[in-house]
């Protein structure tokens, strides 16, 4: 369980710390014309919860095809990294199922894509397969996947999860936990903005409804626990 002094929970319109250097992943995407509803998306990232440095992160995605056809469509998986020139590209495994049978993800292109933003730059390696769905059914997606904390801040001494929203269809109700669950919290982490966040000594909690997922990028920045 994580022992840590919990800083800061942000989201869009805030800034990471600097010199971000961490993995993540985000809200699964469906590639289609069609008629597709994302009902739910639940997501869960237990830091500490299993080995100590790494943050366990799992989510339940709810589709529905609203059309009379039979909807084949591209998945996409967010898999993203923030890092220097050295980094390189994000290669954590990700695990899916789709209605409880295994999906065989491969590279969403040929190549990775990255971008430079100042010192800072964010590489690319999403993860697709294609998926059908039957005319007016709901398809559950769940993903799971383990990868290090992150760091940034002076001299990289801050600790960094993140979890992305992005995407082009109106999700119905987003649940989001950060649960850190450490023995002491000395100071509870803020939340931003306004979204209605329980927060407590266990972890930093919210839903939503009817939820947009305009490329908001939700992290924690935390000391660990001795700093």
């Known amino acids: 369980m994580v022992t840590t002094a919990i800083l800061l929970l942000m989201l869009q319109q805030s800034k990471l710390p600097e010199n971000p250097s961490f993995d993540y992943s985000g809200l699964p995407q469906i590639r289609t014309a069609e008629k597709v509803d994302i009902l739910s998306h639940s997501v869960n990232l237990d830091i500490d919860a ?21 909807v084949k469509a591209m998945l996409i998986v967010p898999r993203r990294r923030y890092g220097d020139s050295m980094s390189s590209y994000p290669n954590f495994d990700i695990n899916a199922t789709w209605d409880k049978v295994p999906l065989k993800l491969a590279l969403a292109s040929d190549h ?40 940034g801040g002076y001299e990289q001494r801050q600790k960094l999860v993140g979890y992305l929203f992005d995407g ?6 987003v649940n989001i936990s950060y649960r850190y669950g450490g023995h002491t919290v000395f100071s509870l982490p ?24 305009d490329n908001q990028l939700t992290f924690v920045a935390f000391y660990p626990g001795g700093f």
């Open 50 to 70: 299993t080995r100590e440095g790494f943050v366990d992160v799992s989510s339940t995605t709810v589709f529905k095809n609203t059309t009379n056809g039979m």
């Open 112 to 151: 990775g894509f990255m971008e430079s933003i100042g010192k800072v730059v964010k590489y690319s390696t999403d993860l697709a397969t294609e998926v059908k769905l039957a005319p007016g059914s709901t398809y559950g997606l769940r993903i799971n996947f383990t990868i290090p904390i992150g760091k």
């Open 168 to 173: 082009d269809r109106t999700i119905g109700q």
């Open 190 to 213: 803020e939340a931003h903005p306004n979204l209605g966040w329980q927060i407590g000594d266990k972890g930093a909690f919210v839903r939503q409804e009817n939820y947009w997922p």
